[in-house]
């Protein structure tokens, strides 16, 4: 078997192992990067002497006679090329063309033909006093998509230098495991999501439907496999057309959703046990399948858990709390949320204020051109959200989003230039805290902000709640 095929993913076919030539490529780009971000060191001002006096790294050329050194770094540029994106600030530093400054995950860069504008700069297409893009540049220069992406791209405004970010983490910093993957990725050798096998396993089943009759022979009426069943307690029922999905769609109606998992895994398991007598002549025992069925899932379960607390990790107190929970007396609590509406190229944003009593004082939904990833529309809502609070003039105001990434950036460093640190700047003036909630307990603000693609710039109070809305509000008060 080929190295090339044994450095694919598991979930593609392979065993996993690193491809050695992307690993070093990824190995090589982060010198590459620290030539882009730290030019105060003495090994950046020696290469920028030699190579690239005129431009910045990305820019530059391999030059005449280059050293192994620097032609290694040169030709892995192209990974910092895809990864990275620059946040905007008074525009000075990128340039129109051949720059990844657009928020777009398939092409970053523009794609209208220009002539004569190489050595021009984005600060060209903004505003003069830097309050915005200059609309009638960009409708003049630019074809469609491009106009869309521009309009669609946040402005630090003329105070702020530019600066570049990794596009693949979300602390913005270059990792050597996050330019694998994206390599990887490029080349279809790396999965794409993070799905347990339990559930890929599921979905193969599922896709098998053209040869009905065998899998549900298989896996629920082989007299095997009704042994299996048997002997983990489970009363089996029939689909009324011999269905596979039918049948597991039954079996899952009538199950508690904690248990579903058991059904998932001794499916797999049957399937397992059925492969080995086929292709490996080994033949299982009952025991040995429900033994590996609930080994399996145990697991599984105590590496969600881990993977939970992982997830959880930089959580404060008043974070992931288990249900709506009403402000202090004379408190006002805002619930923010955000969508991509990818088929309409806009996203929109939705905010839900509630007083000490959990009754809604006013709430608001606005949608805005272009397409962005979703976490710079969370990180767009919180900041809209928090000027919303300042122009009502609220006093004791909590802040509540579901998007963890977003909650952390304000806390920490993060990728999204001059929208959060406007964020810091209006909850430090304001003096609001800003919390960390589950989407579960998010409901109300999300079906506000799948509607406002339909309904933006609507504006209500307690007068005139939506009927939908109330009922969620409602609930959440008894939860």
Same mark, same amino acid.
């Given at each position: 078997?080929?190295?090339?095929?044994?450095?694919?993913?598991? +979930?593609?076919?392979?065993?996993?192992?690193?491809?050695?030539?992307?690993f070093?490529?990824?190995?090589?780009?982060?010198?590459?990067?620290? /030539?882009?971000?730290?030019?105060?060191?003495? #090994?950046?001002? /020696?290469?920028?002497a030699?190579?690239?006096?005129?431009?910045?790294?990305l820019?530059?050329?391999?030059?005449?006679?280059?050293t192994?050194?620097?032609?290694?770094?040169?030709?892995?540029?192209l990974?910092?090329?895809?990864?990275?994106?620059?946040?905007?600030?008074?525009?000075?530093?990128i340039?129109?063309?051949? %720059?990844?400054?657009?928020?777009?995950?398939?092409?970053p860069c523009?794609?209208?033909?220009?002539?004569?504008?190489?050595?021009?700069t984005?600060?060209?297409?903004?505003?003069?006093?830097?309050?915005g893009?200059?609309?009638?540049?960009?409708?003049?220069?630019?074809?469609?998509?491009d106009?869309?992406?521009?309009?669609?791209?946040?402005?630090?405004?003329?105070?702020?230098?530019?600066?570049?970010y990794?596009?693949?983490?979300?602390?913005?910093?270059?990792?050597?495991?996050?330019?694998?993957?994206?390599?990887?990725?490029?080349?279809?050798?790396?999965?794409?999501?993070?799905?347990?096998?339990i559930w890929?396993?599921?979905?193969?089943f599922?896709?098998? /439907? #053209?040869d009905?009759?065998?899998?549900?022979?298989?896996?629920?009426?082989?007299p095997?496999a009704?042994?299996?069943?048997?002997?983990?307690?489970?009363?089996?029922?029939?689909?009324?057309d011999?269905?596979?999905?039918?049948?597991?769609?039954?079996m899952f109606?009538?199950?508690? $959703?904690?248990?579903?998992?058991?059904i998932?895994?001794?499916?797999?398991?049957?399937? $397992?046990?059925?492969?080995?007598?086929?292709?490996?002549?080994?033949?299982?025992?009952?025991?040995?399948?429900?033994?590996s069925?609930?080994?399996?899932?145990?697991d599984?379960? $105590?590496? %969600?858990?881990?993977?939970?607390?992982?997830?959880?990790?930089?959580?404060? %107190?008043?974070?992931?709390?288990?249900?709506?929970?009403?402000?202090?007396?004379?408190? +006002?609590?805002?619930?923010?949320?955000?969508?991509?509406?990818?088929?309409?190229?806009?996203?929109?944003?939705?905010?839900?204020?509630?007083?000490?009593?959990g009754?809604?004082?006013?709430?608001?939904?606005?949608?805005?051109?272009?397409?962005v990833?979703?976490?710079?529309?969370?990180?767009?809502a919180?900041?809209?959200?928090? #000027?919303?609070?300042?122009?009502?003039?609220w %006093?004791?105001?909590?802040?509540?989003?579901?998007?963890?990434?977003?909650?952390?950036?304000?806390?920490?460093?993060?990728?999204f230039g001059?929208?959060?640190?406007?964020?810091?700047?209006?909850?430090?003036?304001?003096n609001?805290?800003l919390?960390?909630?589950?989407? #579960?307990?998010?409901?109300?603000?999300?079906? /506000?902000?799948?509607?406002?693609?339909?309904?933006?710039?609507?504006?209500?109070?307690?007068?005139?709640?939506?009927?939908?809305?109330?009922?969620i509000?409602?609930?959440?008060?008894?939860?």
């Amino acid at each position: 078997m080929s190295w090339e095929r044994l450095s694919k993913h598991k +979930v593609a076919g392979g065993v996993g192992f690193r491809d050695f030539r992307d690993f070093n490529l990824a190995l090589l780009e982060k010198q590459g990067w620290r /030539l882009i971000n730290h030019l105060e060191k003495l #090994s950046s001002k /020696l290469y920028k002497a030699r190579y690239f006096t005129e431009c910045d790294f990305l820019a530059s050329e391999l030059g005449n006679n280059p050293t192994f050194i620097w032609r290694s770094i040169w030709d892995a540029r192209l990974v910092i090329k895809v990864g990275a994106r620059w946040k905007i600030g008074n525009g000075a530093k990128i340039g129109i063309l051949g %720059q990844p400054w657009l928020h777009d995950s398939v092409n970053p860069c523009i794609t209208s033909e220009l002539i004569g504008l190489n050595d021009a700069t984005i600060s060209s297409l903004m505003i003069e006093d830097g309050g915005g893009w200059d609309r009638e540049v960009i409708e003049d220069l630019f074809n469609t998509r491009d106009q869309r992406c521009i309009l669609a791209t946040e402005i630090g405004g003329c105070g702020r230098a530019d600066e570049l970010y990794w596009n693949e983490n979300i602390s913005g910093d270059y990792m050597v495991k996050s330019a694998y993957q994206l390599l990887q990725k490029q080349k279809g050798d790396w999965h794409t999501n993070s799905s347990s096998q339990i559930w890929i396993y599921c979905g193969k089943f599922v896709r098998q /439907l #053209s040869d009905e009759e065998t899998v549900m022979h298989i896996l629920v009426t082989c007299p095997f496999a009704q042994q299996c069943w048997h002997h983990i307690g489970w009363s089996l029922l029939n689909a009324v057309d011999g269905n596979f999905a039918s049948w597991l769609q039954i079996m899952f109606d009538q199950t508690e $959703k904690g248990r579903r998992g058991e059904i998932v895994t001794m499916c797999w398991s049957i399937w $397992k046990a059925r492969n080995n007598m086929v292709w490996n002549e080994e033949r299982s025992t009952v025991q040995a399948v429900v033994f590996s069925t609930m080994r399996y899932l145990a697991d599984w379960r $105590k590496a %969600q858990v881990y993977s939970t607390k992982t997830l959880y990790q930089d959580v404060i %107190q008043g974070d992931k709390v288990d249900s709506w929970v009403k402000p202090k007396k004379d408190e +006002v609590k805002v619930t923010v949320d955000a969508a991509v509406f990818k088929e309409q190229n806009r996203y929109g944003v939705g905010m839900l204020a509630r007083d000490d009593e959990g009754v809604v004082v006013h709430g608001r939904s606005d949608s805005y051109e272009g397409v962005v990833r979703p976490e710079f529309a969370e990180a767009i809502a919180v900041k809209e959200a928090l #000027s919303w609070v300042k122009c009502m003039a609220w %006093q004791g105001v909590t802040m509540e989003s579901d998007c963890l990434g977003v909650v952390r950036a304000i806390r920490m460093t993060s990728p999204f230039g001059s929208i959060i640190m406007e964020c810091r700047r209006l909850i430090a003036e304001l003096n609001i805290e800003l919390f960390f909630i589950k989407r #579960s307990y998010n409901i109300a603000v999300h079906l /506000l902000t799948r509607e406002s693609c339909l309904y933006s710039g609507r504006v209500f109070d307690k007068r005139n709640v939506l009927i939908e809305l109330m009922n969620i509000v409602s609930t959440d008060l008894f939860e």
